[in-house]
């Protein structure tokens, strides 16, 4: 029996709403596996418990995950309750960098019985390579003086081993793909970030001679994004345009609610954190309305990551059947449940048996 140990960690919102149906799946699919079992912990890091315990997760909370497989987590954030930065810091952001899960990966592609958000389609099918450890993501600055005196410094660090890491990623996954990278720049106006990133892309592309190169403006490439998704294969960004790129791609399938993600530690020295592209979406919170097929396709990514890759191909599809079949939440324009949709999804993989 391969057994996962899964760190739980549901987090806020509608993560807490959707993590039992998407574990629930998981389970289920193990079951027809056969010889696959998950054991799940569960974690009720959040801003709630921050409001008990003054901290979003407890000083051991790493070496605590760090005794599972890979981390399955929900959503971080209720800025009613704690600061975006403060929360969004203390436990998503604090996983990735201690755990050295220094890139995002995102998957976006046309789904069956899902009207995608754009007039072109023509069955794009695309991932972004978001590096995830630094960038415009890093702790280095700091605030002085106040009032009309106050001074505020925000420094984008980049690196020449994570801009490597990430490009070199996303060639070599090009190269099991349709074969072409589109790097994400904006070497016009951001004057020495940018220019340095694109030639890391043009250094690590030598080693690759076969893939299709090309590089785009971050303001053009979100709008070929939109008038042209179908162009696309690999798009490789930094933190903040990778950020912003896969909440497009997410809209650009359907809705923001069905884009899965995989933060990928590349060394095996810890776990992998397997969480969708979206957040807590306080403003659907308790209706029961929430999309549960970004958290379960990203449980297919954590699938695939444990080399399971038949039974998450199966679990996709079934996916897919379920859209067709119009069993869908609002945001995607049907009228069914959270709960609905993923009883139709549980019941058909059983099917598989
Ligand atoms: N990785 C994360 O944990 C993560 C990601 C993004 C935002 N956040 C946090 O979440 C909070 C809300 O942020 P936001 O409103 O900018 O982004 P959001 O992703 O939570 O919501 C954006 C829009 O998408 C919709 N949406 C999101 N998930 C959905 C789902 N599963 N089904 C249906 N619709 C869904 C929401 O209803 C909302 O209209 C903030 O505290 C933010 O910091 C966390
Ligand atoms: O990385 C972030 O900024 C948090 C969230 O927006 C995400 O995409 O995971
Ligand atoms: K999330
Ligand atoms: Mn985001």
Redesign the pocket.
């Known amino acids: 029996m391969k057994k996962i140990k899964l760190g739980v960690i549901p987090?806020?919102?509608?993560?807490v709403e959707?993590m039992p149906y998407a574990t629930q799946v998981l389970d289920v699919i193990a079951q027809v596996h056969g010889g696959l079992k998950f054991e799940h912990s569960w974690y009720p890091w959040s801003c709630e418990y921050y409001l008990e315990h003054g901290e979003m997760m407890p000083k051991d909370g790493l070496d605590q995950l760090s005794q599972h497989d890979a981390i399955f987590?929900?959503?971080?954030?209720?800025?009613n309750l704690v600061a975006?930065h403060t929360?969004?810091w203390g436990l998503?952001i604090n996983i990735r960098r201690g755990f050295k899960q220094t890139l995002n990966i995102r998957h976006a592609k046309q789904l069956r019985g899902i009207t995608p958000m754009v007039i072109n389609p023509n069955g794009f099918d695309l991932i972004v390579v978001r590096e995830n450890s630094e960038g415009e993501y890093s702790e280095v600055g700091g605030r002085i003086h106040s009032g009309e005196d106050e001074v505020v410094v925000q420094n984008a660090v980049f690196t020449r081993k994570a801009t490597e890491r990430a490009m070199r990623y996303a060639f070599e996954l090009a190269k099991t793909r349709k074969g072409h990278v589109t790097s994400a720049t904006k070497s016009n106006g951001i004057v020495f970030s940018m220019p340095f990133w694109d030639e890391v892309f043009d250094q690590v592309g030598k080693d690759y001679p076969d893939v299709e190169k090309r590089s785009a403006h971050i303001d053009a490439l979100a709008a070929f994004l939109v008038s042209k998704p179908s162009e696309f294969d690999i798009i490789v960004a930094s933190n903040l345009f990778g950020d912003i790129l896969t909440?497009i791609s997410a809209a650009v399938m359907g809705?923001?609610?069905?884009g899965p993600?995989a933060n990928l530690n590349v060394d095996g020295s810890y776990p992998s954190m397997f969480?969708?592209?979206?957040?807590?979406?306080?403003?659907?919170v308790g209706k029961g309305?929430?999309?549960?097929?970004?958290?379960i396709w990203t449980g297919k990514m954590m699938l695939d990551h444990f080399g399971e890759t038949e039974l998450a191909t199966q679990l996709l599809n079934i996916v897919e059947d379920v859209t067709e079949a119009g069993i869908k939440?609002?945001?995607v324009g049907g009228k069914a449940t959270t709960s609905e949709v993923t009883d139709e999804i549980v019941s058909r993989i059983k099917q598989l048996t």
Do not use: K
């Open positions: 987090g806020d919102g509608v993560g959707i987590l929900g959503a971080v954030g209720n800025p975006d929360s969004l998503l909440d809705s923001i609610g069905i993600a969480e969708p592209v979206h957040g807590s979406a306080p403003d659907i309305i929430a999309n549960p097929i970004g958290q939440t609002p945001d």
